[in-house]
């Protein structure tokens, strides 16, 4: 069973998967004009949904009802594939931009399509260039417009979260937004860092957090700890 359904993944699910990425990066690149509307925002909701769909991966999701999709937040997410890009923008019901590695920008049709977007581009191995990504994330923080990070920096090489950066935690405080915790369980068993295909058996979830004034905390380390802790808190209720 295991054989044929990589022999799927390969012959039906990945070519559906690029043929799907190529229409949603033409339309959004076209619908520049209107890159917060709503018909950009359902096609790309729609082109995540489908990746999941085509490479037969069944998700769950829970805690939706504590986030308000008209409300700007600041969320965090713990990072264990790279399919947790389409579960949580296929899936979180608040319009959003991503804070994402520089790297993504040089991918074809895709890079162009983030850019337009409005998703920012971060130079992780230039501090300037960081710093100045991350006011421009600060400048799309309005009208309900929230951001997604992965505080770890990169996918896990184990299974196990890695230490967080205080970026995501430092934006939140400048702007006085509330960040929610994001929890991502399955996803490293369904495809771990280096695996070429996806694992046949893997069930995968997304926990949304409830949204936590960190204004309330001494120092953005004991914010981080906290979030931390909520973050590993809705991985153990999947």
């Known amino acids: 069973m295991k054989f044929l359904y990589i022999l799927y993944q390969y012959l039906i699910g990945f070519p559906l998967v690029i043929i ?3 229409f949603t990066a033409i339309f959004t690149i076209i619908c520049f004009p209107w890159k917060n509307g709503k018909a950009p925002r359902m096609v790309q909701v729609l082109w995540s949904r489908s990746v999941l769909w ?3 991966v069944p998700i ?5 009802e504590h986030v308000n999709p008209k409300q700007s937040y600041v969320f965090v997410a713990n990072h264990q594939s790279f399919l947790d890009v389409f579960a949580v923008y296929g899936w979180l019901p608040n319009n959003f931009k991503w804070l994402m590695k520089k790297e993504l920008r040089k991918v074809p049709f895709v890079g162009t399509a983030c850019a337009v977007a409005g998703h920012i581009f971060v130079d992780r191995s230039n501090p300037r260039a960081a710093l100045q990504s991350v006011e421009l994330v600060k400048k799309e923080l309005v009208d309900g417009i929230s951001t997604v990070i992965f505080p770890e920096g990169t996918r896990t090489k184990t299974g196990e979260m890695g230490r967080f950066k205080q970026g995501a935690f430092k934006i939140a405080m400048d702007l006085n937004l509330p960040v929610v915790p994001l929890s991502l369980t399955g996803f490293y068993d369904a495809m771990p860092s280096g695996q070429a295909f996806v694992n046949p058996r893997a069930r995968v979830h997304l926990h949304i957090g409830a949204p936590i004034d960190i204004s309330q905390f001494a120092d953005i380390n004991e914010a981080m700890a906290h979030l931390r802790t909520k973050v590993e808190e809705g991985i153990h209720k999947a």
Do not use: H, Q, S
């Open 20 to 22: 799907a990425t190529l």
């Open 54 to 56: 085509f490479l037969l």
């Open 60 to 64: 769950t999701v829970t805690g939706k």
